[in-house]
């Protein structure tokens, strides 16, 4: 769509484009060593303070991209979801995506016999969660409702496993296992942030690719079909991206709650009602994870409050504010 | 908003397209709902689909639409198997306009009837002034000009069944399907709609229409199809076939069938239940 006949999706877009600017340089720029952008941006780069170049290129600045890696997957893919079951509930949280990951990293840490790391395994939850709602709701079909009703259900079923888990594992595990139930970047396997950064240069040109006949088929299967859309064909790629992208970001930092929600609804708010901002809602959720996890660990310094924690909070009296303050509206 | 120079319904991009249904049967896994039909709806011309509840005619919209794909005998657009033609291709020359359509909250009018123009665009092909010209062309046919920055939320039923036929208008489109444009519209809306279907159909387009009411067919349609049960029970002219006998037959009504003195169209006045 032409900037000339969309100048607010365009407008919306630089505005969190923005937003994003200002987290990176509020990440780089707090921590126990207190940075202006003055240094940080150099040390970036690699010049100055050798002291400041480790803690920017050692410290700071995987944890940084990580972040943004995380939340733009989560912030597309909840974009996604929802645009497919015409349902601004539908993300990665609610069809069971975060539980499978959950509860396959919680049984590899408290040591269920697996020789997996915990970031595999909650690769490997979250894609058993979603073919086993796929497989259940029967295909990626015509109804996305469908698919939303039984991933809340092997949701349900996947969050009781780790519950047991935890109950039933010795105190020190279970402690151990804590941050894959709530969502942190402190952990971020490298190979798993890499593999994310690889899924995401594939996931978004392609989602972008189709957005304007997403756009269309918010309007209904029916009515998108006879305007020449090859309604399967999409909605199968679209859910491809959106699991493919919940599943690796997961994989890094866990279920960060609410991020895939939040993220979409902002975008929506500043690009306009008429596209479907895939790209807007990976920038917003790249800009939340990144603020959230910085708050997260200088905040409360010396103790880090995990990300995922940190959006709920956050994303809770949000979500209700954007909710009370938008026009009464039907969902979607 | 400059005036289009030529008028308003007469655009379509090829006025003349013939579809024709060749012994089509659809089904919906095993059940037929649509039993060999042949049907060539004139073009140029307004064309009626009536029957009973249930009898296949909004599966007939769907098959000629290429929505739906036949079971057997073929739907040929210009002699080509519609089934065969691309997707887009198809909804360059045929525009449905299905029942209950939905759209999401916080659209404008005009965004909705900008939505009509998808078939036209491509990778290499995005938003055009031909585009925004047909956008325009449609708004001022159906009447919409004036509320084209409305939200549609805002818009009264009969209004927002206007933007939505806008936006098929907006297709260009040779071919019309529309499956009950005014199934909840008052008789004013109602009249809208139809004579705004008439319009098109003058412009050389083929315009299909399920509907439910009779009388609204009788009036308007130039060519009335009643449907029973998935087959095809009469087809012709309204003053030609609507009789006594067919309301029997589809509804199951004894009704008189009276004639309209001003056009010397069929009036329909049911009596009661057939024995």
Known sequence: MSLLLRPRAALGGAVLAGAVLVAVATALAVGTVPMSPLRSLPALAGAGDPADILVVQRLRGPRLVAGLLVGAALGASGCLMQTLARNRLATPGTVGIDDGATAFAVASVVGASTSLAPSAMALAGAATAAALALGLAGGAGTSGYRFVVVGLGVGAVLGAVTSLLLVRAPIDAANAAFPWTVGTLNTRPAAAVTLLGYGLAGCLPLALLIGRRLSVLRLSDSVAAGLGVRVRAVRLAALAVAVVCAGLAVAVGGPLGMVALLAPEAARRVCGPYGVPVLGSALAGAALVLLADTAGRTLAAPVEVPAGLVTAVIGGPYLLWLLLTSRPRRLP | ?275
Request: neutral net charge; glycine residues 10%.
């Open chain 2, 1 to 275: 908003m400059t005036p289009p120079a030529t008028p308003p319904s007469a655009q379509a991009a090829d006025p003349s397209a013939v579809l024709r249904a060749d012994g089509v049967t659809l089904a919906h896994g095993q059940a037929i709902a649509v039993d060999t039909i042949r049907l060539a709806p004139p073009p140029g011309r307004l064309t009626a689909v009536v029957g009973p509840n249930g009898c296949g005619k909004s599966t007939l919209l769907a098959g000629l639409s290429r929505l739906h794909r036949p079971a057997g005998g073929t739907v040929l657009l210009d002699g080509r198997d519609l089934a065969r033609l691309p997707a887009r291709e198809a909804a360059r020359r045929i525009g449905l306009l299905p029942q209950s359509a939905q759209a999401p909250d916080g659209l404008t009018v005009a965004d909705l009837v900008r939505f009509g123009r998808q078939p036209h665009q491509g990778l290499l092909r995005q938003w055009s002034p031909q585009d925004q010209q047909a956008v325009d062309r449609a708004l001022t046919a159906t009447g919409m000009t004036a509320l084209a920055g409305r939200l549609l939320e805002t818009l009264s039923g009969g209004q927002r069944q206007r933007a939505w036929i806008a936006l098929t208008v907006a297709q260009e489109t040779a071919v019309l399907l529309l499956d009950e444009p005014t199934s909840a519209l008052d008789l004013g809306h109602q009249l809208e709609v139809f004579e705004l279907l008439r319009e098109l159909a003058a412009a050389g387009r083929t315009v299909v229409v399920v509907v439910h009411d009779l009388m609204l067919a009788c009036r308007y349609a130039d060519h009335l199809v009643a449907m029973k049960a998935g087959r095809m029970v009469a087809e012709g002219a309204p003053r030609e076939v609507v009789t006594p006998e067919l309301i029997r037959r589809l509804y199951g009504v004894e009704a008189g069938v009276l004639r309209d003195p001003d056009t010397d169209r069929p009036l329909v006045v049911p009596r009661g239940l057939a024995p």
